[in-house]
């Protein structure tokens, strides 16, 4: 693994390449969070300007198609061109010979990330009244970007990925991923299976989906939103598994209300249909939410599976396999109600 003193004079000789001018780079300290991704902190400085940064990165060794990286920051490009509060990219890079692993190096925002200090701290209770719609207005700029758009040609790929857009295409792939890498039987998820195969709605439309779109993905502050991270699983697919996603227990965070712990189902659709975002349907929402908690557990079996296989170190990622029984047991009560 690289230092990280050499790492910060490797970053800093690439940002001299795309300034064309010399660059320092001071307090390099790798960020809490990103299981999936490495986040570094970082401050840079050329032509007599001192910049805040972030560097997000694969993690060296990585298997999986580096371009994916570039992909997300042309994503995050076009996002805040349409308005989606999101940090600027300055760079990214494919090439593993510069860092080790695919990158790109956004603008830092300041701001808070934690969701238990959304939920309970009293300096965000202004943001906690105004968040869900800013949420519902927010995702439909996300769903209003064109597909169509030359730089964004991967989401095709990923969207085929990730279930090409059929709801029945999302349950089918989410069970034999669960087949694939569950190491015991889940008899529950077996059962939710075919319970979402058989009440499967039609796709809304196929549109941009930022796939990951929660509490815990975004910077806050007193006033609310401040930024939406985490683009990594953004696909072409029904926008309205985007909105299911945002309602799932587990990103609730103990929290009462569904959206995010903090608001409720018709407020966000309210805000989200005013900003321009399709007509939602109730049943259809609902089943995605469903959906969701289906994929969820598949997440936490394949984010044990990467401990238990010998392949990251981490105590996070061993203890993700015991959280799956939280998305079984909120399944078994939707398919009991629904009964």
Known sequence: MTAPEELAERIAAFA??????????????????????????????????????VLRRDPPGRVGDSSDRGLEAALLRAAG?????????????????????????MDRIEGETIPRRLLRDDAYADARGVMTG??????????????????????????????GGSPR????????????????????LDLAERWLLERAPEASRRGV???????????????????????????????VEDLGWLCTKTWRFGGAQP?????????????????????VDPEALAWWEACANFKVALVWISQSR???DGRVASVE????????????????RILEEAA
């Open 169 to 188: 295409d999302e349950v089918r792939r989410i069970g034999e991923g669960v087949r694939l890498l569950a190491l015991e039987p889940h008899p529950v």
């Open 317 to 332: 990622l061993a203890s993700l396999g015991r959280r799956t029984a939280e998305p079984e047991a909120e399944l078994l």
């Open 81 to 105: 061109e349409a308005g989606v509060p999101v940090p600027h990219v300055h760079w990214s890079c494919d090439d593993p010979a510069v860092l080790d692993s695919a990158f790109f190096i």
């Open 16 to 53: 001299a390449d795309c300034v064309g001018a010399e660059v320092r780079v001071e307090n390099l300290r790798r960020m809490a969070g990103g299981a999936s991704r490495e986040l570094w902190s970082l401050d840079a400085t050329w032509d007599g300007q001192r910049r805040e940064l």
């Open 306 to 308: 990467v401990y238990l």
């Open 209 to 239: 989906v930022h796939g990951d779109y929660r509490i815990g993905n975004v910077i806050f502050g007193p006033d609310g939103v401040r930024s939406i991270l985490d683009w990594e699983l953004a696909h072409l697919g029904d926008p």
């Open 259 to 279: 959206v995010g712990g903090i608001g409720t189902r018709e407020a966000l659709v309210e805000a989200y249909e005013k900003a321009g975002g399709d007509p």
């Open 134 to 163: 800013q949420l519902g207005s927010i995702l439909a700029r996300i769903h209003s970007l064109d597909p169509e758009r030359p730089e964004l040609a991967g989401l095709e790929r990923l969207g085929s990925e990730q279930g």
